[in-house]
Each structure stands twice: as C-alpha cells, then as structure tokens.
C-alpha cells in the first residue's frame, strides 16, 4: 500500500496573517444584508476576525436584532465566504447579541449613503 504523505502545515508570521486577514475581510463583504444595499462588514455586524498562525480564521458577528428574519442564514454565508479566501484553512463563526448592534457601528459613510444623517 503507498505510504500517505502528509502535506506540511505552514506557520503564518504576523505580516502573513494580517494579509489573509484583508483577504477574509473582503470575502465578508461580498455577503450583502438582504434588506440593504451594503455587505455585512461595511453594515459594522462583523465584530472581529481572528486570523490564527495555523491559517483558521475565527469571526465574531451580530444582526441587526435577534428577530432578524435572516438570522438562520446569513452567519453561515459568512463563515462560507470567509473560507473562499485564499489560503484559510478552517473557518469558525459565533453569532453573538452582546454588545447589541446600534446604527452606530455603521460607518459615518454607509450611514450617509443610507440617509441615516
């Protein structure tokens, strides 16, 4: 029986990880809200994104409310478009409500695109 090789993992240094981090990042926004015209990074319901040396990226995000009719999909969307970046090699999401999401969190220039000002 041939032997199975295992492929090396590689260690990412700081530089490298806050590099596929921006890759992750722009995976994010091209999940939009479906009841706006702005991607769920840009709306400010992505609260963190962790990228690891081991290249596992782990995000922290809310909604816009826990009664939000999308809250079933749209976490998973985003933890499948963070994974399309290249180079993650595992992708982990929670989905949290504290600190609950205020139009604050929405860039000045969203919320002025919005008419929100």
């Known amino acids: ?3 199975k090789i295992e ?3 590689k260690i990412l240094n700081s530089i490298e990880m806050s590099l596929l981090e921006g890759e992750v990042i722009e995976a994010i926004r091209t999940v939009y809200d479906p009841e706006l015209p702005v991607n769920v990074y840009d709306l400010g319901l992505i609260y963190e994104v962790n990228v690891k040396e081991d290249a596992s990226v782990h995000i922290v995000m809310t909604l816009t409310s826990p009664a939000c009719p999308v809250a079933g999909i749209l976490p998973g969307e985003v933890e499948m478009a963070a994974g399309t970046a290249a180079g ?13 999401f205020t139009i604050d969190r929405i860039p000045e220039h ?3 695109e919005l008419g929100l000002m």
């Open 1 to 3: 029986m041939p032997e």
């Open 88 to 100: 993650v090699e595992s992708t982990s999401l929670d989905l949290v409500w504290e600190p609950p």
């Open 7 to 9: 492929k090396e993992k």
């Open 110 to 112: 969203v919320r002025l």
